[in-house]
């Protein structure tokens, strides 16, 4: 008899551990690790076969997001899925206790450990959380009245942003700004153009997994001359949807492929473009 190491299993786990640690820290939420799955979800033995609800007593979600309230009220619930996840039985598990969260109302979302990590200092997994409260924010205003029905929360990753700042330091400016410089000033100035290619839904893995594939290319112009960048890059992104069955409102799959297709080409800008 001996005492495990600790409640992290992996280097996927301990990656989202800190992560959640980072993301939550001083909001009013507590981040849960291996919480008994029938400790989440009522199931009546009725409503599973033998097999399913043998599988229900037993699981665990790995992590569970809980309001900082009286009864820490349950939130969100995030699964790490590691290459084992591929596995037509572990396949099984993992759609059952898809269902089961769904049926019982209980958002879940399934990350990679490469979610978990910084990619070249893009927080994937930062993003689909601000999806999820960014969406959970408007809808609390459409149900008030005070934005339109059809108003959806988008946004692009944070270091995205931060390059394109540094961009235009450097004197390569955003369409916006070159339409906003004099006639002169604008024949002369470097500004950049978001092309958006290809954004597919593949067929599923073996598993049942879907994935989304996104390519965007960025071109670098010079004044109005459109049909001939001084300089382009293109990146594809193939990233497994993080939202199964689309149980979770705001958390899109093509656009966090979208949004880090475009983020690592405004990476590679920033390495590698000087202005002439």
Known sequence: ??????????????????????????????????????????????ELTSEEFDYYRAASLDFLICLDDECQSFELALEVDSELHDSPA??????????????????????????SVLRRHAPILDYILNAYFGEKAIAELRAKGKVSPEEEFFQQFKETSKIQVRLMQRGLFSPVLVFGLTDKAAQNAFWWQVVERLIDHGDADKSGQRYWCATTEVRILRGASTNHPVFHVERTVRLRDPNPEYNVPGVHGWDIAKELSKFLCFHYIESEWTPE
């Open 1 to 46: 008899m001996r005492k495990k190491r600790g409640a992290i299993k992996s280097r996927g786990e301990a990656g989202t551990a800190g992560a959640l640690r980072r993301y939550f820290h001083g909001k009013p939420y507590v981040v849960l690790k291996d919480v008994a799955l029938n400790q989440v979800l009522e199931v009546e033995r009725s």
């Open 90 to 115: 572990q396949a099984r598990k993992d759609s059952i206790k898809n269902r089961l969260c769904i049926g019982a109302g209980l958002p879940l979302l399934r990350v990679t450990s490469q979610d």
